[in-house]
């Protein structure tokens, strides 16, 4: 577990030194008989609310944190601030434009920092503290992050917002378009990646011009307010983020009475569509994703192509928006004894060293009664898992499986809606449903990939050409890996990460990410003559 981990990692006492004054905790004493405190953030000032509500460390239950919980009484200020901000933005192409250099080098400044092996180290034991994984997992979330802020270091910023020009008609016409900010905005995140998606989806709002409301998942939200604590610390001016921990009820209702101009929003399909509701469809959203796997029929690199599968299944315990939900397998694997190495991999995994864990938003019991709503389908078997983890402290209010896998036929789960429901119904943990195929039925897999709603990621592990062409032609999913090394986690800094298929669709990372989600289009033309002597002024 944890303990183990951080025993396994923890550096002398020169490295906790060798921290800035920012990072104001030690990750290593926080425990229920010294519970670290957390600070909310508005208008560049620290405070408290008249309550705070404890935490339970999801290892033993310990209340291990104490988190402010802001009442509608005590939004105020919040909703004042965001008022505050005009629709053109803090900054924008043509006002106050230096402070795309501002932001270019505060990302250099962070980068730096975050480089430092202790500050990565800090972040990636913090991480594990509220969203168990294993250490090279909770560590990669801290280099993605560098890695994005050394992408926008300097003059990138500048350049993400890049304007155009356009001849006119006439001497003196000439059209201009600008990526313009929406001005005040609302940024909501996941707990399962407590740092990577808040941190970069912050800084692509601050960059376009925002000033944004940021809240992440209560459970976890403590790592941001390092985070935000860092720029500061890096040179980003102290009011430029709101920062506010507690219930998502009360952060509605601030986005609404401020009257937001844009809310990103990541996490569950429900939340996303009730937040549209409220938000009037001001919204931007990566909400759920029932990721697919298929295996085509040309096995080769059996070994690799199981260990991919295994990571994309139950790395941080399936605990990835973009984790293999499902897995379909041409007959071909099943009989190079693809499902065997998986469950062979499946069973290495254990709570010494975090490759399995606390599920945060499924229980135990949830998590089971699926796995046998599943079996009870007409030639379902328990693949493998499918029991409760031994010998361990998670409390109940958390979740805590083996890594299970469960075979439902390929016409069966398209048998009837109920089914069908049934076998797509996300389960956010180590729960994945298998099934096989043979060449007479890739329609049929394209029909279930069809059906589904939600359309994140997936993969398609083939080097065969032909069916990489009809499989990637007749779906939609945003990011899909493609070729025999394809997965379906894995979000770097290099790439497009975000759903397809819905006009609200948001992404992450990348400039067309962030020109998309934190910023609209503005043409202005300028046309400013000279007007022709003898010009005809004719009413039509």
């Not at 919980?69 to 909703?79: A, F, K, T, V």
């Not at 941001?224 to 998502?248: A, K, S, T, Y």
């Not at 609200?504 to 400039?511: D, H, K």
Request: charged letters at 20%; a neutral charge.
């Amino acid at each position: 577990m944890w303990a183990r981990t951080l025993q396994h990692h923890t550096r002398n006492a020169q490295s906790r030194r060798l921290l800035g004054s920012w990072a104001n905790l030690d990750v290593t004493k926080m425990s229920g008989a010294n519970p670290a405190q957390a600070y909310n953030l508005v208008n560049g000032k620290w405070h408290l609310p008249a309550k705070c509500k404890p935490i339970p460390d999801p290892y033993n239950g310990e209340e291990f944190v104490k988190i402010p919980d802001p009442q509608s009484n005590e939004i105020g200020d919040y909703i004042k601030s965001l008022q505050a901000v005009p629709k053109s933005g803090v900054h924008n192409p043509l006002k106050r434009p230096e402070r795309y250099n501002l932001y270019g080098d505060v990302c250099s400044r962070a980068a730096i920092e975050l480089r430092k092996p202790e500050v990565a180290d800090f972040f990636a034991k913090l991480i594990q503290r509220f969203s168990p994984k294993s250490y090279p997992q909770a560590l990669a979330e801290a280099k993605i992050t560098q890695r994005f802020l050394e992408n926008f270091s300097g003059d990138s910023v500048r350049f993400a917002a890049r304007s155009f020009g356009q001849s006119g008609d006439h001497p003196g016409q000439q059209s201009n378009g600008y990526r313009w900010p929406f001005g005040p905005v609302g940024l909501i995140t996941p707990f399962n990646f407590p740092l990577e998606i808040p941190a970069l989806q912050v800084m692509g709002a601050l960059f376009m011009g925002n000033k944004p409301l940021l809240h992440v998942d209560h459970r976890v939200s403590l790592v941001i307010e390092m985070f935000v604590r860092m720029l500061h610390h890096c040179g980003m001016p102290v009011d430029d983020v709101d920062l506010i921990h507690g219930n998502g009820k009360v952060v509605g209702e601030i986005l609404q009475k401020a009257g937001v101009r844009s809310t990103l929003f990541t996490g569950s399909a429900k939340v996303a569509e009730t937040l549209a509701v409220q938000l009037r469809g001001k919204v931007f959203l990566e909400d759920a994703g029932f990721d697919w796997k298929v295996l085509g029929p040309d096995v080769s690199n059996l070994e690799y192509v199981a260990w991919v599968c295994d990571q994309d299944a139950y790395a941080c315990s399936g605990q990835k928006c973009s984790a293999q939900s499902m897995l379909f397998m041409h007959r071909n694997w099943s009989a190079a004894g693809l499902e065997d190495k998986l469950k062979t991999l499946a069973a290495k995994r254990n709570m010494k060293d975090d490759t399995i864990g606390p599920v945060i938003t499924w229980t135990t019991e949830a998590m089971l009664a699926h796995k046998d709503k599943l079996l009870k389908i007409p030639g379902a078997r328990l693949a493998f898992g499918g029991k409760e983890l031994q010998n361990h402290t998670v409390p109940k209010v958390y979740g805590a499986i083996e890594p299970t896998a469960v075979f439902v036929p390929l016409k069966e789960i398209l048998k009837d809606q109920e089914t069908f429901k049934t076998v797509t119904t996300e389960v956010f943990g180590p729960l994945q449903v298998i099934t096989e195929y043979d060449d007479s039925e890739v329609d049929d897999v394209l029909k279930v990939t069809e059906r589904m709603e939600a359309h994140l990621t997936a993969a398609i592990v083939s080097n065969d050409a032909l069916f990489l062409q009809k499989m990637l032609a007749n779906t939609v999913n945003g990011t899909t890996y493609a070729g025999i090394r394809a997965r379906t986690t894995g979000a770097p800094q290099n790439h497009w990460f975000g759903p397809a298929g819905d006009p609200r669709g948001a992404g992450i990372g990348t400039p067309e990410a962030i020109k998309l989600v934190w910023s609209c289009h503005r043409e202005i033309i300028n046309d400013v003559g000279p007007i022709p002597e003898g010009t005809a002024l004719t009413q039509t």
